[in-house]
């Protein structure tokens, strides 16, 4: 446990977790980050060794990603950003295979150094299951309000395939179809 603490220059006002070792496994009971109304949570285990493996859950809401800029630094992106982020993960995997989704929505994304050629901040939601056979986006939507981008797609070994997908600018639909 900790509390009032810095981690590379970001808040962090509450940390609770517990964590077993027990031979090749390690096991996150509970992971807890907290900073006013923004947190993190998960748990999960981790087996490793020769035949090594994982599976866990992970909860995220944060309020303005601008406040943890220096978490991620400037070698993971290349420009920072500010905005709403919430999700859930869930997932598992091995030296074989991976599987897992990814619920979550983002709302008022945008650089944190204003760029002339982003006007509008960036909203939406997404629905996404991952595995070893390929990444299935559903009920997807991005947008930035004046433009808005919806649909259903696979990612796979034979390609890519977007289905219902459409293209709204206000609430006239500029575009739609399957590609």
């Not at 810095?6 to 964590?19: F, G, I, Q, T």
């Not at 991620?72 to 950003?81: F, P």
């Not at 629905?127 to 009920?139: E, L």
């Amino acid at each position: 446990t900790g509390s009032k603490m810095k981690w590379r220059n970001a808040p962090v006002d509450e940390l609770n977790a517990s964590v077993k070792l027990d031979r090749d496994t390690i096991q996150i009971l509970n992971l807890d980050f907290v900073n006013r109304t923004d947190w993190v949570r998960g748990k999960g285990m981790f087996h490793v060794g020769d035949d090594w493996w994982y599976q866990g859950d992970l909860r995220v809401k944060v309020g303005d990603l601008a406040g943890y800029a220096d978490l991620v630094q400037a070698r993971y992106l290349t420009q920072l950003y500010g905005g709403k982020v919430q999700f859930d993960w869930s997932g598992s995997g091995n030296a074989k295979s991976v599987d897992g989704t990814v619920v979550g929505k983002i709302e008022g994304i945008r650089p944190v150094r204003p760029q002339g050629n982003w006007p509008q901040a960036i909203r939406g939601e997404i629905d996404v299951k991952y595995g070893s056979g390929g990444i299935i986006f559903d009920a997807t939507e991005v947008g930035d309000g004046k433009v808005m981008v919806s649909g259903r797609g696979r990612v796979d070994k034979d390609g890519i395939r977007l289905e219902r997908m459409q293209v709204k600018q206000g609430e006239r639909v500029a575009l739609e179809g399957d590609i």
